[in-house]
């Protein structure tokens, strides 16, 4: 068993999430779209950019709180929607939404979570938003809405970048889309993993939580994914999203913006914020990394809503820089994924405060005591990477 506390990086905890999972289940996590360009860059976009420190400042408080979407956090963190997370560790989104509520940043729940709308938001009294995404079955999307409405749920996150599925090619090897060999797979491999597959055995197969009502086989996961994915709807446009805007009237999020173009399209739709998102890089391979258009963004529609960006973080001093440039907060999926993987609640909560610990470190070392004080002129762009 990996002592959590031993892991001192984001990537720590990757090489621990390694060791505890089945590599289909892992490959889930880690893999990207075709041949991973977006994902790379997504990971060097931060090295494009450096410090420019100040010198005897008093640093010796760091105030790291800052209101996001609305919500009053403890730092400029949101965790981001992430599907199926049993199929990590046990716990699954109950661990990440408690050990947000205990970090003090919000949690969203994903349309496609195995603890549903109501579990999280009875054993959660941390701040929550859910996840949409537009499907085929309006009424469903309607259903989900109603039923955040009356748990209490802060704000909704429209996802705007699956038109299609991206082309998974690691999943494709390990089965997905061919429900035997996928069960077959996952079997042969979580021998190495025997804390994984007893929990796994033991807990049974992995629910659809949201849509029990609604999908066979008592929504099996593993036996019903194709017929969801089968929801996902080509022909989904702005007007369905104003539309979502006006049914919803609290915090309403377009998470998978891409462009200024859509950037500016958002403000008019009247979107309370943006996700500036290719959805770690497991969607179009070659689109545009967060930190590569949030320049351009921000000086397009900056102060007209909130900005948040999303993909590649992996340090404390990632997130500094793109808050530096001038992002809201940003936002974490395989990070925390990474931790629940290595050690449920105890994990995800180690991964916040690992990043946690981070920043405070790096606003130190660049003599920045507060983030209402960090601004540009603490970074620069490396010319040579350009």
Same mark, same amino acid.
């Given at each position: ?75 400029? +963190?949101?965790?981001? %929607?992430?599907? =199926?997370?049993? &199929?990590?560790? /046990?716990?699954?989104?109950? *661990?990440? !939404? #408690? ?101 796994? +055995?033991?807990?049974? %197969?992995?629910? =659809?939580?949201? &849509?029990?009502? /609604?999908?066979?086989?008592? *929504?099996? !996961? #593993? ?66 990394p967060a930190m590569a258009i949030l320049p351009a ?27 530096? +440039? ?61």
């Amino acid at each position: 068993m990996v002592d959590i506390n031993r892991c001192y990086s984001i990537d720590d905890l990757n090489r621990a999430a390694h060791k505890a999972l089945p590599k289909v289940i892992y490959d889930f996590i880690e893999g990207g779209a075709e041949d991973e360009l977006t994902l790379r860059r997504n990971l060097q976009s931060f090295d494009h950019y450096e410090f420019v420190p100040r010198v005897l400042r008093d640093v010796s408080n760091i105030d790291l709180s800052r209101q996001v979407l609305g919500i009053d956090c403890r730092m400029p +963190l949101v965790c981001a %929607p992430t599907a =199926m997370s049993c &199929m990590f560790h /046990h716990q699954g989104e109950e *661990a990440v !939404a #408690l050990a947000a509520a205990k970090a003090g940043v919000p949690y969203t729940l994903s349309t496609l979570s195995t603890r549903s709308i109501e579990q999280i938001a009875t054993l959660s009294s941390g701040p929550k938003l859910f996840q949409l995404y537009i499907w085929h079955q309006r009424a469903l999307v309607d259903e989900f809405i109603e039923r955040c409405r009356q748990n209490g749920y802060q704000g909704l996150m429209l996802a705007v970048d699956l038109p299609a599925l991206g082309k998974r090619e690691r999943d494709l090897h390990n089965g997905h889309g061919r429900a035997l060999e996928l069960r077959l797979k996952t079997a042969l491999g979580a021998w190495r993993t025997p804390r994984w597959l007893y929990h796994f +055995l033991r807990g049974g %197969p992995p629910q =659809m939580a949201n &849509m029990l009502a /609604h999908l066979p086989d008592n *929504a099996n !996961a #593993l036996k019903t994914i194709d017929v969801v994915n089968q929801q996902f709807d080509a022909s989904v446009s702005w007007q369905d999203a104003e539309n979502l805007r006006a049914q919803w009237q609290g915090m309403f999020v377009l998470k998978g913006i891409q462009s200024v173009e859509d950037a500016k399209r958002a403000v008019t739709m009247g979107a309370s914020a943006i996700v500036l998102s290719n959805h770690g890089g497991r969607q179009l391979d070659g689109a545009p990394p967060a930190m590569a258009i949030l320049p351009a963004v921000l000086d397009a529609v900056g102060g007209e809503l909130e900005v948040l960006i999303d993909g590649g973080i992996r340090r404390g001093a990632d997130i500094i820089k793109a808050l530096a +440039l001038g992002a809201n907060a940003c936002m974490i999926g395989r990070p925390y994924l990474y931790g629940l993987a290595a050690g449920g609640e105890a994990g995800v909560s180690r991964s916040l405060e690992i990043l946690r610990s981070e920043m405070e470190r790096v606003m130190k070392l660049i003599g920045c005591d507060s983030l209402d004080r960090l601004d540009a002129s603490y970074v620069r762009r490396i010319s040579a990477l350009s």
